[in-house]
């Protein structure tokens, strides 16, 4: 097999073994702000599941009960279109501001990207002795470092995984969880080390692999990206052609000195002088050691910077184009639909499902009898009370087969059977007739079903 001349993937060798990075770190201006932005999002990350509004949490993905809580209001699997415009909303504001910004979202909000710079490789460049400037250590750590490097790495991600628990379980059970054997609740404990164990392999072993491989967002990126998009450029047309040392007379000469600054502080392994890349995730350090760089040599900064491939190529910027106008609006459509859908909902959830056999009986006096479930819903934080009546048309009678079901505890769910009798006039000459039932709670909400009798034409 033919040797390539090159890398094939920035971490693999020319032999196909793995090329473990150890970037340089560049403390310019741009990891000074990206700092403070990770910090405060692993505090957010580690504050949210203990917050409260009206004595729910901020944020919480029951599974197991089937309820989704967040800015203390629960939604249902009932709930599909508030759910559906929840999670388009989400996709399109993504979409929305990789055109405007580029992958914004990859180098200062990620995951992966926060936990890695700002909490894991700090771990790793204490430990191999290279704090506060990165890069390949002068010697191995050592059998007793590389222990404790590890039982560090396993705390952490212990701790991370239980926090990441409390979204779908709540802190006041992980606490009891935390205290009992894990006997008791097996399945939680399992869980929890499988997501510790997920953890400890993506950030010891896996590590920048997971943008350059697994994550498919350095893929979408091609059709979410234009030409006036933000991104992390170089400038070829100030920086080439390339000269390392000083700058000779007698030949043109960019203002690129070739020091591969950039190249050895970048977190997943490129060259952002070849241009735009799949693996780039708009982290800035190249920018901060080429700014670096610059300045000891007395030229100006910004040979790589925050641009667009148009602005690189000396093209007026262009604010309003397609996406930046399409997108919006279709933001803001599918946020009024969401909106609407919140707003809309009452404290209870009331839908008539039509019982099962056939569509109606006639009863031994004669008059005709439809049957059905009512699926009740209490959304509100209080123990409630239902009645059910039919409003129209006059002369149908309702009966609760279960009168009990009609009292629902908060977040209670239950079928109730309802059975509807008539006088045959009713439904005359069409076979049905058209129905309105109100269904009220203690607190004043009420809802509207509208449905249709049938019966013998």
């Known amino acids: 097999m033919l040797t390539p001349d090159e890398h094939v993937l920035s971490t693999l060798e020319r032999d196909g073994s793995r090329r473990w990075l150890r970037p340089k770190l560049s403390m310019g201006d741009w990891w000074k702000k990206r700092r403070v932005v990770a910090y405060i999002l692993m505090v957010v990350f580690v504050v949210i599941p203990h917050l409260r509004i009206g004595g729910k949490p901020v944020v919480l993905l029951d599974l197991v009960s089937r309820q989704l809580t967040v800015l203390g209001k629960t939604f249902y699997p009932t709930d599909t279109l508030i759910l559906a415009f929840g999670m388009l909303s989400v996709f399109i504001t993504i979409v929305l501001i990789t055109a405007i910004a580029g992958r914004a979202w990859c180098g200062w909000a990620c995951p992966q990207t926060v936990y890695m710079e700002f909490l894991f490789r700090p771990i790793d460049r204490f430990f191999e002795g290279t704090s506060g400037k990165g890069g390949k250590p002068k ?16 705390v952490l991600c212990m701790f991370l ?12 059970r992980l606490a009891e969880w935390v205290r009992m054997s894990p006997l ?48 992390v450029a170089y400038d070829p047309v100030r920086g080439e052609p390339r000269v390392k040392g000083k700058r000779p007379s007698s030949k043109p000469a960019g203002d690129c000195v070739d ?35 610059m300045a000891k040599v007395g030229l100006p900064t910004g040979l790589i910077r925050y641009s667009s491939q148009d602005e690189i190529a000396r093209k007026p910027k262009k604010l309003l184009r397609a996406r930046t106008i399409v997108y919006p609006i279709i933001l803001l459509a599918v946020m009024s ?18 019982g099962k056999g056939a569509p109606f009986s006639i009863n031994n006096n004669g008059s005709v009898n439809n049957s059905f479930k009512l699926r009740l819903v209490n959304r509100t934080q209080d123990d409630q009370n239902y009645t059910i009546t039919v409003e129209q048309p006059e002369g149908v009678t309702l009966e609760v087969i279960q009168q009990e079901l009609l009292s629902l505890p908060p977040g209670g769910n239950v079928l109730v059977p309802l059975s509807v009798e008539f006088k045959p006039l009713l439904t005359r000459g069409k076979g049905n007739t058209q129905a309105t039932m109100v269904v009220r709670d203690e607190s004043d909400h009420s809802d509207e079903i509208s449905f249709k009798i049938l019966g013998p034409r």
């Open 184 to 231: 008791e609740h097996p399945s939680a404990f399992l869980v929890m080390a499988a997501v510790t164990g997920l953890m400890l392999f993506d950030f010891l072993i896996f590590r920048e692999q997971l943008c350059l491989i697994a994550c498919p967002y350095g893929r979408f990126q091609s059709v979410m990206l234009d030409e006036q998009s933000k991104i």
């Open 161 to 172: 995984a239980h926090t990441f628990l409390a979204y779908f379980v709540g802190t006041d």
């Open 259 to 293: 020091c591969n600054q950039c190249v050895v502080v970048c977190p997943t392994g490129i060259d952002i002088r070849d241009g735009l890349q799949m693996e780039c995730i708009n982290c800035t350090q190249c920018i901060d050691a080429c700014n670096s760089v």
């Open 139 to 154: 010697a191995d750590m050592g059998g007793i470092r590389s222990v404790a490097r590890i039982a560090v790495y396993v």
């Open 337 to 354: 639909g969401f909106a609407y859908a919140v707003s809309s909902k009452v404290g209870f959830d009331a839908r008539l499902l039509r």
